[in-house]
């Protein structure tokens, strides 16, 4: 016959049941790979954070698998990337601004950081001489 425990004892195993798995949720997963982290922030010509520009990480010699990435208000942008000894390129873009790249060493599990200034597109100049589209 079935034992029925009663309902404290049953909360107070749930609840070490619950921080068990709160707790195996923050360990890294065995057998997933290991990554590193290339983070920075993305500025205007004036140095001012740039929220909202699109961020592409690549492996320059590898496979073109891009990792994407958008800045949040203040400009910044993380990108996990397999670690390992690799050159990633870093790109970022953002409406009415000139795409600006660089590129980042990973050894390992390491951090890496790549700051980006986006410059201002320029702007077609019309000749003088030429009139104005109706």
């Known amino acids: 016959m079935a034992r029925t425990i009663p309902r404290r004892e049953w909360l107070a195993a749930a609840g070490t049941g619950l921080s068990s ?40 010699a590898g496979p073109r698998k891009k990792i994407r990435a958008v800045t949040n208000y203040r400009g910044e942008y993380r990108v996990r990337v397999p670690a390992g000894d690799a050159t990633y390129v870093v790109e970022a873009s953002a409406p009415r601004f000139a795409k600006e790249s660089r590129t980042v060493q990973v050894y390992g599990i390491e951090k890496s950081t790549a700051n980006l200034v986006l410059q201002p597109r320029k702007r077609a100049r019309r000749p003088p001489d030429q009139p104005a589209r109706p």
């Open 21 to 60: 798995v709160a707790r195996l949720r923050a360990e890294p997963q065995r057998g997933a790979e290991p990554t590193a982290l290339i983070f920075g922030t993305v500025f205007k010509d004036s140095y001012l954070a740039l929220p909202g520009a699109r961020v592409v990480a690549y492996n320059s």
